[in-house]
């Protein structure tokens, strides 16, 4: 039974231990690599990851791309959403398509 | 178009045929599976961007219902309130096979049934906010879960989508015209050389001709 995992700035992330997903504090720094990779290693199938630290660590998080699990999915952290979500789905259209043209309309990203 | 380094001989030209033919066949395939990956895809990446929109709203709610509960209550007893979780969840990883791409399938599972198990602390010295903030949390984790899954799908199919369409390309405008520039060639060389032969026996042909003729002079 694989586990689900919460990385992310402290404020943001507290609340989903309630929930019972395992919370995983961490800076913007090379510490939070390291945990990406043990995460990554160990039995996790999905990791939940605050936007700024999913951006600071994007080049870590690309070698899991091709893999089954985990999936690495952003959220909104406390300060709220900064459309990197949205983003990174336009930008798998258009990698897909060749341009975006299910939400090149839409102005919210 | 540049043609391939071949030797223009007949065998050449049946070799160079039958790739032709399989190549067209594997651009045709190759083509349906473009057509139907893109279709499922353009499905399953609407579905992702209404959840993550969803999911996106649901958690700047929780945010502030978790600021508001942080306001109401001092913050030591909050954290130690969350110390210890009641609930547990675990996920089954299975494959799911979408025209060869493999995707995972997440099938979650709640260690505790019952719902209330979510608030791990005692309510005697949290405030309510604290229960709505971790309620409309627990809400909002059905979509986190299913966003996950379509997220990662939409991504791997995507990362599919690009490697068939250029399959597709280099068949369509690479392959195949190389290939059929190449048997015109060979077949031009072969029909030039038969034409040589033919004017070379027909030169041969006047030439034995002439001697025949030489020769009934003389003897005449």
């Not at chain 1, 951006?55 to 990197?84: C, M, Q, R």
């Not at chain 2, 929780?62 to 600021?67: G, H, I, Y």
Request: aromatic share 4%.
């Amino acid at each position: 039974m694989s586990r689900i995992a919460v990385m992310g700035d402290r404020e943001s992330v507290y609340g989903f231990a309630a929930v019972g997903l395992d919370v995983i504090p961490v800076q913007e720094n090379d510490e939070a690599g390291r945990l990406l990779r043990k995460l990554a290693e160990s039995d996790y199938a999905i990791i939940y990851m605050t936007e700024r630290v999913y951006h600071y660590l994007h080049n870590e998080i690309a070698k899991y791309e091709d893999a089954l699990t985990p999936a690495i999915v952003p959220i909104p952290g406390v300060s709220g959403t900064s459309g990197l979500g949205v983003a990174m789905i336009k930008k798998s259209v258009e990698r897909a398509i060749g341009s975006d043209i299910l939400f090149g309309g839409k102005s919210n990203a | 178009m540049a043609r391939r380094q071949v030797n223009p001989t007949r065998m050449e030209l049946t070799s160079q045929k039958k790739k032709l033919a399989t190549a067209r066949r594997g651009h045709k395939l190759l083509k349906d599976k473009r057509d139907e990956l893109m279709r499922q895809f353009l499905i399953l990446a609407k579905e992702n961007m209404s959840l993550r929109e969803e999911m996106e709203n649901r958690l700047t709610v929780c945010a502030k219902n978790f600021a508001l509960a942080r306001a109401s209550m001092p913050s030591p007893v909050l954290d130690t309130g969350l110390l210890i979780t009641g609930q547990e969840i675990g996920v089954n990883v299975g494959a799911k096979n979408i025209m060869g791409v493999t995707t995972p399938t997440l099938n979650v599972k709640m260690k505790s049934a019952n719902s209330a198990d979510i608030y791990p602390y005692g309510l005697c010295f949290t405030s309510g906010d604290l229960d709505i903030a971790v309620k409309s949390l627990s809400d909002t984790l059905p979509v986190m879960l299913k966003l996950a899954e379509t997220e990662k799908t939409a991504r791997l199919m995507s990362a599919e989508i690009e490697k068939t369409r250029r399959r597709v390309n280099a068949l369509e405008y690479t392959v195949i015209p190389e290939i059929t520039e190449t048997i015109k060639y060979i077949s031009m060389k072969l029909d030039e050389n038969e034409r040589s032969n033919q004017i070379r026996l027909m030169k041969v042909k006047d030439m034995m001709l002439e001697q025949a003729r030489g020769y009934e002079a003389v003897n005449a």
